[in-house]
């Protein structure tokens, strides 16, 4: 996957394409949102930031209701919606994340779906935060090496969900981190956090603004780094939601034996990119015509476009691109396609480090 073909697609205006909103109406309709996670997590704010938008601007003003379907790290959910994808009156759409991109990725045997059966409309691009408890935490001054002598524990979806980045970026960094395996979602993962059961966490940057802020506020938690965000050229710079936080490729330049070139370094960066600069996308089932499609991205153009609505998705979400049909197609094919090499180092470290097989 070509990083500088990602960053172009993050650099797109939002496209209207010239799509007028049709005739369809859903007056007096409730359009089910699922997401394939508990209430908990990143997902679940950033559904229900959209549902309400999406709602008020669909003709007719449907109530648009987030439905939570959670397990095997986001796969049963996207099970679930691949058998849906005869439904073609607009009255499901579904949202994915990097933990669902992963699996598919990997050639994971629990998936059953397939990502070209399924039309994107919108597409998220997030950041993420790793945190530490107040004790650790003040140990932190820009690199890991006076923290490696600690063992951390972590809760994790599984180490082919979205959490690959982070259990990667751990080993990457010599940290011995031991992952708590078989939680629901990242929200479960901060829960662990805030009951003394984990002591090093990450949250995407919707689920950190509302719920690791006031710990940090509090004094009960500090952030240390984020994963960066990418600039127009494909590097990796700070995450405009975070300025002042220095990114992981810089904790990891300052930390002895982490290096941010070779395979190791390219396999990260290549699910960095897949999993955040396109890391939550709304699809409608492929069986979904053309009218109804136009019908949402003319409503997903007018919600994006709409005074008021960066400065209320920064404070929500992050300062982050949301792409409109078009962009969100070509995101989506850059998101869910992998080099040979990336993904081979991929799989030896996971069977390695986990005894995790995609037989």
């Not at 996670?37 to 648009?64: K, R």
Request: proline share 6%; charged share 20%; with cysteine.
């Amino acid at each position: 996957m070509k990083i500088t073909a990602v960053a172009a697609f993050t650099a797109v205006a939002t496209v209207s394409g010239g799509l007028a909103a049709s005739a369809q109406s859903y007056e007096g309709a409730t359009i089910d949102y699922v997401i394939p996670f508990s209430e908990s997590g990143g997902s679940a704010q950033w559904a229900n930031f959209f549902a309400p938008l999406i709602g008020q601007a669909l003709p007719g003003a449907p109530t648009v209701v987030v439905r939570y379907r959670p397990g095997a790290g986001s796969t049963e959910g996207a099970n679930w919606f691949q058998g849906e994808q005869d439904s073609n009156d607009g009255l499901l759409i579904f949202g994915d994340s990097g933990s669902t991109k992963f699996p598919y990725l990997l050639g994971d045997p629990r998936v059953r779906y397939q990502y070209q059966d399924w039309t994107p409309i919108l597409a998220s691009a997030t950041g993420g935060v790793v945190y530490l408890p107040p004790d650790l935490g003040e140990r932190f001054d820009g690199d890991m090496d006076d923290l490696k002598d600690e063992i951390y524990l972590y809760g994790s979806q599984g180490a082919t969900t979205l959490d690959l980045v982070p259990l990667l970026a751990f080993k990457m960094l010599g940290l011995q981190v031991d992952p708590v395996f078989g939680v629901e979602g990242r929200g479960d993962g901060r829960l662990m956090f805030e009951r003394g059961e984990a002591n090093i966490d990450y949250q995407t940057s919707s689920a950190y603004i509302a719920n690791v802020q006031p710990l940090v506020d509090g004094g009960l938690a500090v952030p240390i780094f984020t994963w960066g965000a990418l600039d127009e050229t494909g590097t990796i710079v700070r995450d405009p939601t975070f300025p002042d936080m220095p990114t992981f490729k810089e904790v990891c330049e300052a930390t002895e034996g982490c290096e941010t070139s070779g395979t190791a370094w390219d396999a990260w960066k290549a699910f960095f990119v897949a999993g955040f600069a396109n890391q939550k996308t709304i699809f409608l089932p492929q069986s979904a015509p053309q009218e109804v499609v136009d019908t949402y991205i003319a409503a997903l153009n007018d919600v994006v476009s709409a005074e008021g609505f960066q400065a209320k998705a920064e404070e929500v979400l992050g300062a982050y691109p949301q792409l409109v049909g078009p962009a969100a197609v070509e995101a989506t094919e850059q998101a869910t396609n992998i080099s040979d090499e990336a993904k081979q180092y991929v799989l030896d470290w996971l069977k390695e480090d986990y005894g995790v097989t995609m037989e």
